[in-house]
């Protein structure tokens, strides 16, 4: 199997404290990864060094063999690196075309192109596909701002999509959002994880919707791997139910 | 005492200088937080460059056009890569204390170095009045009105329907997504300076002819376009062209209808009472800040 993402002893420290310690992991193609664990277990510490929003203090981060440790997020975007945001982060007052269409419009043509190209950037049957995929067709017109928490996050889960990336990162997907919709959004990420080998890295809090999605978890606790392996294997692990519940 | 009409038709020539310049603060605000309090100077200068050049025999459409091109430098990239960049890194207020500071050496400088006098500055449309359900407008109001209306609607259009409109938005939302989208957001804030310079060197060259050009002028159209920005809803580019006409139609009321002396108040009075009643202006959206 090829490694889309290695990830070699990332380390971050804040002062004295190190909320990410010598994490080692691969991510494979067409693999759903999950990353699990208490809170300050050091994740979002974690996605922010591999997404280069904050500089990792040690370590290596390789998409696809090559080193992209620190790389600022706007050119790990162009490179095929996707996200999604813990708190949701849509452009409130665009509607949901324009959102998509923003997504993915700075991937396109030249830089004069950009600024006096088509309006849709050549976008529009990506940007329909998208709708049609997420199950947005009926808020397509609409205002971002304005729709439910759940379509958002859809919206947002699409908005990753746009640029056709090789690897997404999501960030609590399941946050705050109802068991319907939350089914829904799971049904999608299988889908296109079967449909387009879609390869994923999920951080979640939501341990049934997490051991349902993934194939693959990885649990930190104080900013170290802790255990390793398929969900069941996991869920059954002491130093996990320790991490979790204590002695 | 003029007809009701006649007020309101020349209130609505008034409130399109008002809307463009109004416009430049709801723009510099939406993208970087900066509230520029030397723009009624900014919609001064221009027509100080442009009497240059015509001083230098160029005609009148040169003079506007060099008149522009220097604004954008002078006024848009200048102004933002040498005072508010250094400037904003310290916060909001120190830009504005700062802002204040530039309007006062603008204002003196013109004063200074070119003339403490009015000077005559050529008209872009003949004199003639037309007849207008019964109001005589001149063709010179008429003509600001359009050109001032099309800028807008051209501005509207460049917003909602170009790329970079859109992603001139997407930074004006939210900032930290469209760097990360690759949204040029540094070059795209700059380029909303640029755009503010232009508007305020085409209402300078359209307010002008009837204003004179004089180094005090920034004071009244400053102050004015602040106000209508406010009521209108300060972060929102509708809002600040219905807060300009409303104060352009208001302002013109008021000087037939209740008192020439009081006239500079009746804005004023608005904007306490929208402040009190509406904060975030009349179409303006409540925003949130985590402190």
Redesign the interface.
Known sequence: MTAVLEVSNLSKHYGGIAAVDGVTFEVFEGEILGIIGPNGSGKSTLFNCILGQASPSAGEVKLDGKPVTGMRPCDLNRHGVGRTFQMLQVFPALSVRENLILAGQEHQGTAVGRLFGRADAGLSATVERMIEFFRLTPVADLRAGGLSFGQQKLLDCAMAFMAGPRLVLLDEPAGGVNPTMLGSLGERLRALNAEHRATFVVIEHNMEFVMSLCTRILVLAEGKIIAEGPPEQVRRDPKVIEAYLGN | MESLLYLVLAGLMTGAIYALVAIGFTLLWQTSQTINFAQGEFAMLPAFFMLVALNLKLPLWLAILLGVGVSILLLGLAFKRLLVDPMLRHGVLPLAIATMALAIFLKESVKEFYSAEAQRFPSLFPEQKVDVGGAMISIQSIGVFLVAIAAVVALQLFLS????G??M??VA??P????????PVERMILLTFAINAALVALASALVTPIYLAKFSNGEVLGMAAFVAAIVGGFNQIRGAIAGGFLLGIVDNIAAAYVSTQYRAAIPLLILIVVIMVRPQGLLGRAEERTV
Do not use: D, E, F, P
Request: hydrophobic share 35%; no cysteine.
């Open positions: 329907r170009t790329r970079t859109r992603s938005q997407a939302q939210n930290t997504v469209a760097r990360i989208l690759g949204v």
